[in-house]
Each structure stands twice: as C-alpha cells, then as structure tokens.
C-alpha cells in the first residue's frame, strides 16, 4: 500500500485551469482518469487524511504511486480528452459499462456499391447506417420481410451475389419480388441505392410523407383503371402499416430522443436506455457496472453519455436526451452533444406528460436488470471467493491468488512442440492475456524442458518491464527468443536462443507479428504483454514439470509467485519440494477452479497445435524459397501451369515469368531442385494416378503426401 504523500505534487505546481488527469500504479499503468474544472482544487481533494475519503477512493489513491495531469482549454475539451483516455487506458477505477448482452441492430451497408440489409452485431462501421439495437434479431428479421415487398434492397452475402452474377440468374428473393435483383441487372447500381436509401428514411421515423406518396399513387393507379397495379400498392402499404405496428407509438409528437435510466445500489448500477425516433421505440439496451469510484447519479449518467455517444456522429445522436438526473455542470456535455450532432441537443429531466411516464417505465426496466444482474451474479461471486480461499489454504498462500497463469505444452509425437499461457482473474478468464509460444531451442518431445523455458521466457519479459521502471537492479539477459502472440493473431515464429550457441533466426512469413515489430510494447500505461506478475503459477503436470517451473523462477530471482501443478490422472496438486501431493476433496470449488485452468490452458494449447499441423500440411515445395511470396508463386505457377514443369524449367525460362528477376529464378530452382518431388496426385473416387501434376500445383485436400 502507498503513501499518497510520497507522490503528492509540490504547493503551486498543479494549475488551476481545466484538464484531465491521470493516476498511475507502481507499475506505470493507469487506474484512473478524471476529469476538473480547476485541476488545483480537484487534485487537492485526493490528498487528505485517508479517514475522510470514501473508501473506493482510498483504495485508489493508495493503489496509486504517481499522478500526472494536462491542461485544456475548455471544460468540453476535457470531457473528450477523458473518453478518449478511458477508452485507451481501461483504468481499473473507472467506471465501465458493459452491455449485459450483444444486441443485434438493422444494419444497411451504404458502403458497398449495392447496398445490403442485413443483422448485425459488435462495433459500428464506418459508412454502414444503423437502427436500434433491437432485443431479438428474430424482430428485425420480421419486420425486414415484410419491408422488402415495398423497398426490394439486397440482402443476400457477397458469396451468394457473386454467384448470382456469374450464372446470370438471381436467388429465390429476385423470383418472388423481394430483391431488385441488382446482381444480373434488372436495376442500375443508383437505382438501387435509391431504394436503400428509401429504406433508411423509412425506418429513421419519416414514414407518413411515404404511406401518403403510396396512398395517391393507389387512387391513381384506380383511376386509370390499372386495378392489378393499385392492388399492389394497397398491399404494400398494408405490410407497411403491418412493420410500423411492430413499435408501439409512446410519444404523439413525433419526438426523436433517447430515454436513460439509472438503478443503483452501494456497489453496482445498471442503465437503461430507450431510442424513440418518430415517436415510436425503436431500439432499447441496457449496461451493468460495479461502481468502483465514489459516483453519485448524476455522473452515472455523464459516464452513459460517454459510452453511448462517444463514437456517434449525426443524427445518431437525438435532438432531445432525458435523464433522471443532469450532470453537474450541464453546459459542457450539452455542447459536446450537440457537437457530435451537428446541431442543439436538449439535455433535460422530463417532469410532466407522456415524457415522464415513459421515464418511468424506463426506471422500472433499469430497476429489474439490476435485480437480475445481481441474482445471476451472487452465486458466482461466492463460489469464486470460496475457490480462491480454498486454493490459498491448500497452498498454504499469504493471500488469495486474485491472478493464476497457467501454462500447458502440446505436440503430436514431438512435431509441431508449442505452449499456451492462459490467464484468470478474481476467477473468470481474461482471454485478452492469453498468449501462444513455440519451442524453437531444441527438436523432439520433452514437456519439461519445454515447461522451462516457457516459464523462463515469460518472467523473463516481465523482469525486463520492471527493469523499464527501475523497479529491478539485476542485470537481465535479453529475451531474444520470446515469441509471443496475442490469442486471437497469426502464429508468431521469430528465432530462439539456445546456451552456448548463436542465435539461430527462423524465417519469418508475411503475415507474422514479429517481436518488436508490427506490434510494440508501449510505456505510456497501456495493458502490456508481461507487465504484471500471477500470484500462483499452475502447470499442466506433475512433479517434474512443477520443478522445471520453479527451476525457471529460481534462475531469475523471482521468489514471490508460487508454483503447483496439477495432475490429470488422480487430480493431485503438486508442490515444489514436496514428495507428497496435495489432495484436494472431489466436491472442492477450489479444485474445480484448478480444473477449468488446466483445461482451458490445455485446450488453448492444442488448438494452436492443430492450426500448426494444418498448415505445415498445407505446405508447398515453393512456401520454402526465401523472399517469394504469394504473387509471385502464383505467377510461377500460373506461367508453368504446375510445380512438375516449374522443376524441370531452367533458369531462363523462370526469368521470362514477370517479377522474376535472375536472382530469384536461381533460388527457386535451387530449392526446387533440392527438393523431394512431389508424390503423383490420386484420384479419390477411382484410385486413378494422375500423371499430370497440375493438382498439385496449389495445396489440395486431394494430396496424399506433400513436397
């Protein structure tokens, strides 16, 4: 625990103007982010006797070693400079809200050539224009069917499209007039961006000038006796009518606002929201947050406002915004509303009418997440704790191990010999964490070894971060041989550093995140790679897996993370320098958390180990030519139709492919001619040897062997 003294700044160094500061950990990452109308006396206010601060905010301030500030202009300037900072840093006491569910919104993708309409879910894209969110995509999908018959507009993949242009026929939806079919030309490109853009006016709430437009053309259509025509027309405005029954009409006025909620306890709040454009509801969502930072009502809903708005630019944003409470001063949020708009938006409480009785259902949504919220949750956080507790005890631990990494190594008879570092906290699984490595200093199958060197590698980054901060005097050797990847990233092959010998390099392919390449670390307080140490270490393994672990932590000097491992055979949790496991009750919570470890870092592990082995399969004679790449091959290939014709080329005829320099030709001849050739090609249905090559001009499931 800290000394907020220790770091307090000096009298007179902090400016009385506006800004937004940062409050930073021993480690350098930011906690917390703030915002002040005079910095001097809102900073002020953190450094006082501990006693008088409420308690969140004393557990920050004694969390904190550092605090920095910057200056702006105006009070709006600070409020975007603090949604960005929050945004960038995730600073753990900050509130943050988190949707309690993905909703699906109508989506119209104005950025394509032929607009789609489609269901769509996550982030907003630029140039994709949006309704809702809606609670169920079944919704939107009714009320899209019945808006086709009116408004033809596209809605099938870029597959499925592509297809239908090459065969020149459209799918089912262009034979029953539910698609303008674009695809085989039956409309121009801007016709059918026309009807897309109709849509969007439709559903953005400017429905009656259309119905009215609809209903003229009828009666004309009548008067000219064209009966099939206006019966058409009859139709569609009924399936019209039918899609706008589907949101009940709360508002008579037409009105375009947004409705916000807020339901709150000591330690949690949940926010409700409601999107009325035309009068109508057209969308509702709602957040969860743990109130982690002495807030009240008001910015409850500055924090909402932030999150909601923060990436809408428009008339995503409503003219009119009611809240149950404003946030103090209300002028600058106002002005950033009506920035982000483009015009004046209305920030008020609704205090009579229509307005404050839809608030009020509002409040009593909000109220109900939150009692939902919480009766899903207190089981989980019991039974969390009680597993934690369990597993300090067992351990015999100082405290409970609010972060385990868990490492587990995976090969197929020594081949493809990778690991996986996955990471928990208070329990659940930070995805985000998780990391990939390979084995690269030695060839063959030992998972203790393996288990060593992992484990060295990855404390040997994080001595390296605290070397950054000058939290660590020891002289670290470098760690070439770290190649680490992000969970969700191409595999990372770097080179490997083996004692005594030189650094060997592996070849590394186009699409590879290097170390110290398209992805640095930083030392600006962003989340890092290795920045912060597990209280409990966990190895997929028994005994000597467990001593190649602490063997590792030993080397480095790290001695205060414990280390077990857990055995899958009987479940026993090892120890180091113990001869005797630790035997853990079957009905354990704690052994269960040790489990889903295990598990998951086992199952990370041979997923990767899998996406290795497939694509080491998939491996042509040509993937092993430095310095060729994938226009190039296929070039080659596409000039000598196969790689048996490419193999018995000579040089000056590779030299007549464009792109290929002599060079080049000369080192893919080299290779080629090094190389085994490539096993005949089989027909599967016959038996059939293929005598021609060309199958195996390109990786195919068809090969039985590769190059």
Avoid at 56 to 73: I, L
Avoid at 244 to 261: Q, R
Avoid at 540 to 557: I, M, S
Wanted: with cysteine; hydrophobic share 35%; charged share 30%.
């Amino acid at each position: 625990m800290a000394d907020p003294s220790s770091y307090r700044p000096k009298p007179g160094q902090i400016p009385e103007s506006p800004g937004v500061y940062k409050f930073r950990d021993e480690h350098g990452r930011v906690i917390y982010v703030g915002k002040a109308k005079s910095l001097r006396q809102r900073l002020s206010s953190y450094f006082q006797d501990l006693a008088n601060l409420h308690p969140r905010t004393r557990t920050m301030v004694t969390t904190a070693a550092a605090v920095e500030w910057t200056v702006v202009s105006t009070e709006v300037e600070a409020l975007q400079l603090e949604y960005s900072w929050i945004k960038e840093f995730d600073p753990r006491f900050n509130v943050k809200y988190r949707d309690d569910k993905s909703y699906p919104s109508l989506a119209v993708t104005l950025n394509e050539e032929f607009p789609r309409v489609q269901v769509m879910r996550g982030p907003k894209k630029k140039g994709v224009r949006y309704f809702g969110p809606y609670a169920h995509a079944w919704a939107i999908r009714e009320t899209v069917d019945l808006m086709l018959r009116v408004f033809p507009v596209r809605t099938c993949s870029a597959g499925v499209f592509k297809r239908s242009a090459q065969i020149g026929r459209p799918c089912l939806l262009g034979y029953i007039g539910k698609c303008s079919a674009p695809c085989v030309g039956r409309v121009s490109a801007e016709e059918h961006r026309e009807l897309a853009e109709e849509f969007c006016d439709f559903m953005a709430g400017r429905t009656g000038t259309y119905i009215r437009r609809l209903e003229q053309r009828m009666r004309e259509a009548a008067e000219e006796m064209e009966y099939e025509r206006a019966a058409r027309l009859r139709d569609d405005i009924g399936a019209l009518k039918r899609a706008m029954e589907k949101n009940a009409v709360v508002l008579a006025d037409a009105t375009d606002a947004d409705l916000i909620a807020v339901a709150e306890d000591e330690l949690e709040a949940a926010v409700q929201i409601f999107h009325v454009r035309g009068g109508r509801v057209r969308g509702q969502r709602g957040w969860v947050t743990d109130k982690v930072e002495a807030v009240d009502t008001a910015d409850l809903v500055e924090h909402a406002l932030q999150q909601l708005y923060g990436e809408e630019w428009g008339d995503a944003v409503p003219k009119e915004v009611l809240v149950p409470a404003v946030p103090d001063p209300a002028e600058p949020v106002a002005q950033w509303l009506g920035e982000r708009r483009g015009s004046r938006v209305d920030l008020r409480i609704p205090q009579r009418g229509d307005k404050k009785d839809l608030m009020a259902t509002v409040q009593r949504n909000a109220q109900q997440a939150l009692a939902l919220h919480k009766t899903k949750r207190a089981s989980d956080l019991t039974t969390r704790s009680r597993a934690l507790e369990e597993i300090a005890e067992a351990l015999g631990l100082d405290s409970a191990p609010l972060r385990i990494e868990c490492f587990d190594i995976s090969h197929l008879q020594g081949d493809d010999v990778v690991a996986s570092m996955v990471v928990f906290e208070d329990g659940l699984a930070r995805k985000s964490e998780y990391r990939r490595f390979q084995i690269k200093s030695f060839a063959g199958q030992d998972d203790v070894r393996s288990m060593h060197e992992v484990v060295g590698r990855r404390f040997r980054r994080y001595l390296q971060e605290k070397q950054k901060t000058g939290e660590w005097e020891e002289t670290v050797e470098p760690a070439q041989d770290v190649p680490v990847e992000p969970a969700q990233q191409a595999p990372v092959e770097p080179g490997q550093q083996v004692p005594g010998e030189p650094l060997r390099q592996a070849p590394a392919e186009p699409d590879e995140a290097v170390e110290g390449g398209g992805n640095p670390l930083d030392d600006d307080g962003r989340p890092k790679r290795f920045a912060y140490p597990p209280q409990l270490v966990v190895v997929d393994g028994g005994q000597p897996q467990v001593a190649a672990a602490k063997r590792a932590l030993d080397e480095l000097g790290v001695d205060d993370v414990a280390v077990c491992g857990l055995a899958k055979r009987l479940e026993e949790v090892w120890l180091p320098d113990d001869d005797d496991p630790v035997v853990l009750p079957r009905s354990s919570e704690g052994l269960y958390l040790l489990q889903r470890v295990r598990d998951e870092a086992h199952r990370f592990a041979i997923t990767y180990q899998r996406s290795k082995r497939a694509k080491s399969l998939k491996a042509g004679p040509l993937d092993s030519v430095p310095g060729l790449g994938d226009s190039r091959k296929q070039a080659l290939l596409k000039h000598f139709g196969s790689v048996k014709r490419l193999r018995a080329a000579t040089v000056e005829q590779i030299c007549e492919v464009p792109g290929v320099g002599r060079k080049t030709a000369e080192t893919v001849a080299a290779a080629l001619a090094g190389a085994a050739p490539a096993a005949p090609a089989v027909n599967t249905a016959t038996g059939e040897i293929i005598e021609d090559e060309a199958a195996a001009s390109a990786p195919s499931a068809n090969r039985g062997t590769r190059s």
